[in-house]
């Protein structure tokens, strides 16, 4: 199977930038690009410290399914504990969009909802993608969005509280 996946990862507890760090060295050769290091402003109304985010392209021969376990595998070792909802973390990993020769795979399983539905409510996942695919585009509700307009809509506080920093590593 030939599938590229877009992934989301983020800290704000602890060794944070090392966290992201761990998720770009599990990605080894499926690695195709990393943003930069984004420090942000929390989304979700949880008062807690900034995250740093990056956002990531992988590809290889998984399914959709693997890439989420790929992404778990990246929040265990990092010992993430599920507390709050949109709470504090060491690390978390979400799977937003997987193509599948070429094709968006959409899914509405609870365990794993394709395109992730609520990427295009955070800046901290779209300013990210848009620097290492401009081009990039995201289904929302059936329709394909360019990624750049989906930012361009987003409230102005939440885009201005989205700093772009340097590489992961
Ligand atoms: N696209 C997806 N990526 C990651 N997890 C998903 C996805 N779709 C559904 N899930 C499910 O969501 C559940 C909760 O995930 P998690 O604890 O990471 O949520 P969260 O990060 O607090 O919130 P959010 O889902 O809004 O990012 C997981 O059990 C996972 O199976
Ligand atoms: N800025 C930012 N805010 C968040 C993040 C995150 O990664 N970055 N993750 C959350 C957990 O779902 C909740 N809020």
Not at 2 to 28: E, H, Q, T, W
Not at 105 to 115: K, R, Y
Not at 132 to 155: K, S
């Amino acid at each position: 199977m030939n599938s590229r996946a877009v992934l989301s990862a983020g800290s704000n507890i602890g060794d944070s930038v090392g966290f992201l760090r761990s998720v770009l060295d599990a990605a080894g050769a499926e690695l195709v690009a990393a943003s930069n290091v984004y420090r942000t402003a929390p989304w979700g109304g949880v008062e807690q410290d900034d995250f740093v985010n990056v956002t990531l392209i992988v590809a290889g021969d998984r399914g959709p399914r693997e890439w989420l376990e790929f992404c778990r595998d990246c929040e265990r070792a990092a010992d993430r504990v599920r507390d709050v909802r949109w709470g504090p973390r060491t690390l978390d990993v979400d799977v937003i969009t997987v193509d599948v020769d070429g094709v968006p795979v959409t899914s509405d399983d609870p365990e794993l909802i394709l395109p992730h539905p609520r990427a295009h409510q955070r800046a901290f996942v779209l300013a990210p993608w848009l620097e290492i695919d401009p081009d990039a585009t995201l289904t929302v509700d059936g329709r394909p969005q360019r990624v750049a307009d989906l930012l361009a809509e987003l409230d102005a506080d939440e885009v201005a509280g989205v700093r772009r920093g340097g590489p992961v590593r």
